[in-house]
């Protein structure tokens, strides 16, 4: 197989990974034309000062002798088998690095013979991008599940973010869809290694949504601990969708609606300090999907409202729907500094979302909007 088809397939291989996002989802029908970069593997993610960079995303093998039952590549699944040598890897690496096709590289594999093999010719794949080459960018390494800690520790040492999947919130979800990984020993031990390491960017994880019968509670619970616990960076959620040709073949697709609204609550949690407990879930512990989940929880709250703008504190201001961080704090500013919010534009103006932030607050004593039609959109509270 040429290496040009190597990469083709194995760029594919990788697009149920999301830990590195790409920045559209639009689809391009045909293959006649250019800048579809996405086909080829190449997506976008973001450092740790916001800076938007493209990566080579790409599995090294998509050869596994596992056996996830959502997976294409797993054993008995995957009849477009693909492998590189680690100089190959390298070698187009530099050729889309020096064209400037891409800043940086994420690579992740399949489980060909074992996880220490397998880790071992991707540690040589980067040892060459590092130290052949002198690339001195970006290196996402993925950790596969049950890699040995000398191993891990040695990919350490090239790398600027690794990231290891939990794939299911616990031990028993991941039985669901897994007879191999051990969700205690393979991943979260790995997991608790990882932190203690030095790695630049820290650690990220990911969950495959719906392909075990998780609730939406069970996962966000489970990443709450880990932001607390294991210094995660970031959680992702990639939402189940049936291969054919798989065990879940069968198995309903999960609605990109639900994966969104794990990453808003997600978001919740990390930026604007929510506690896991505010979250509203319904009687099956499922995010309700007929409204914005920090819309559901001020509903919940809403004896705190309608909130007056110009005397609420941040951490009340972070709290109401359309107010992000950097309005919250604009409006604190303009509190100290004794300026009025007096009318909807000057909000508007500083970035208030005001379809979303007029039903709870007041200025000038004044209700903006009623809250009722958005009670009554709630089903659940
Ligand atoms: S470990 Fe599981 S998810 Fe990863 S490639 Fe193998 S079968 Fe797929």
């Known amino acids: 197989m040429n290496t040009l088809r190597k990469v083709e397939i ?14 559209s989802n639009r689809k391009v029908s045909t293959n006649d034309r250019i800048g579809n970069a996405a086909g080829c593997g190449i997506c976008h993610s973001f450092t740790e000062d916001g800076q938007c960079i493209s990566l080579w995303k790409t ?12 997976c294409a590549n797993a054993a008995g699944c995957n009849k477009n088998k693909a492998r590189f040598e680690p100089e190959e890897f390298a070698k187009v690496f530099m050729s889309l690095y020096v064209r400037n096709y891409v800043e940086g590289l994420f690579i992740s594999s399949a489980v060909e013979k074992d996880p220490d093999n397998t880790t071992e010719n991707m540690i040589e794949a980067v040892n060459i991008i590092r130290n052949k ?51 205690k020993i393979d991943i979260l031990r790995r997991q608790a290694w990882l932190k203690r390491m030095k790695i630049p960017s820290g650690q990220t ?17 489970m990443v709450d601990w ?11 959620y990639s939402a189940f969708s049936p291969v054919p040709k798989t065990p879940l073949e069968n198995k309903n697709k999960v ?31 499922n995010l309700p999907l007929n409204q914005d989940p920090k819309v559901s929880i001020a509903l919940k709250n809403r004896d705190l409202y309608p909130l007056d703008i110009n005397e609420a504190t941040y951490e009340d201001l972070i709290k109401v729907p359309g107010i992000g961080l950097q309005s919250a704090y604009r409006i604190t500013q303009m509190q100290k500094s004794k300026e009025k919010l007096t009318k909807q534009r000057q909000l508007k103006s500083i970035g208030v979302v005001l379809k979303r932030a007029l039903p709870f607050i007041k200025f000038n004593g004044t209700v903006q909007l009623s809250l009722n039609p958005l009670i009554r959109q709630s089903g659940v509270i």
């Open 59 to 70: 599995l090294y093998s998509n050869a596994c002798s596992f056996d996830c039952k959502y």
């Open 133 to 183: 080459y002198k690339f001195q960018g970006y290196i996402h390494f993925k950790v596969l599940p049950g890699t040995s800690y000398d191993m891990i520790k040695h990919a350490s040492e090239f790398s600027d973010r690794m990231s290891i999947n939990l794939e299911a919130p616990n031990k028993s979800r991941l039985a669901e869809i897994s007879s191999v990984k051990d969700f």
């Open 10 to 23: 194995l760029g594919q291989s990788a697009k149920w990974d999301s830990c590195a996002s790409s920045s």
């Open 205 to 221: 994880t990911q969950l495959v949504v719906g392909s075990s019968d998780e609730t939406d509670m069970e996962i966000l619970s």
């Open 226 to 236: 880990e932001y607390k616990n294991f210094k995660l960076k970031r959680g992702y």
């Open 255 to 285: 609605p990109l609606k639900r994966e969104n609204f794990l990453f808003r609550c997600d978001w919740l949690l990390r930026k604007y300090k929510f506690k896991l407990n505010e979250l509203v879930f319904d009687d099956r512990d």
